[in-house]
């Protein structure tokens, strides 16, 4: 999925190995989370990397930050956030942030950085995310972009979960996900 969405639809090329799109931070340390439909196939993903280790934003776009890179074991970085085409709606937007969201605090993660699309900040705010900017927007690869920082706490998952209307955890593990999908 994220060949397609990287490689095919956004043209980067630099990261494609094959039929899959990686990137130095794609290792051990990573976490992924995925959005499956109700046929079991992957519709959404994201990917998490702690912020001691080095990161994109510390390594690629610290740059983008007004003073240092937040660097803490209480932060994640988020990346790779991509939905297919066709499924690009609010419903699995709103459930992939979730993911995120559930996902930090149950490991007592209190934010998440990202680089995102400046114009995507009031639609992470409309759905109920509290985004901090980290810096200025600027240009990445043609499209204005900003570093920002998403807290991760109660207060904005309950905001999701009403917006999006679900009740309970989008999360499942990989034990119960490997078991209805076998």
């Known amino acids: 999925m994220r060949h397609k969405i990287f490689v095919q639809e956004r043209g980067w090329t630099q990261f494609e190995q094959g039929t899959i799109e990686t990137d130095a931070y794609d290792n051990a340390h990573t976490i992924y989370g995925?959005?499956?439909?109700?046929?079991?196939d992957v519709v959404g993903c994201f990917r998490l990397y702690p912020t001691t280790l080095p990161h994109m934003?510390?390594?690629h776009f610290a740059w983008?930050?007004?003073?240092?890179v937040p660097q803490r074991p209480d932060l994640l970085e988020a990346s790779r956030y991509s939905i297919m085409q066709g499924r690009r709606d609010s419903r699995t937007y709103q459930e992939l942030f979730l993911g995120i969201v559930?996902?930090?605090?149950?490991?007592?993660?209190?934010g998440a950085t990202a680089l995102a699309r400046t114009l995507r900040v009031p639609v992470l705010q409309s759905i109920g995310m509290?985004?901090?900017p980290l810096g200025l927007p600027a240009d990445v690869d043609g499209e204005s972009n900003v570093a920002v920082l998403m807290e991760t706490s109660e207060?904005?998952?309950a905001?999701?979960?009403?917006?999006?209307?679900v009740v309970g955890s989008v999360l499942e593990s990989t034990e119960t996900l490997a078991n209805r999908v076998a």
């Open 34 to 40: 995925l959005a499956i439909d109700h046929q079991d």
């Open 57 to 59: 934003m510390s390594e």
């Open 64 to 68: 983008m930050v007004d003073g240092p």
């Open 102 to 110: 559930e996902y930090c605090l149950s490991q007592g993660i209190t």
């Open 130 to 132: 509290i985004v901090r």
């Open 155 to 157: 207060e904005s998952l």
């Open 159 to 165: 905001r999701i979960r009403k917006n999006a209307g």
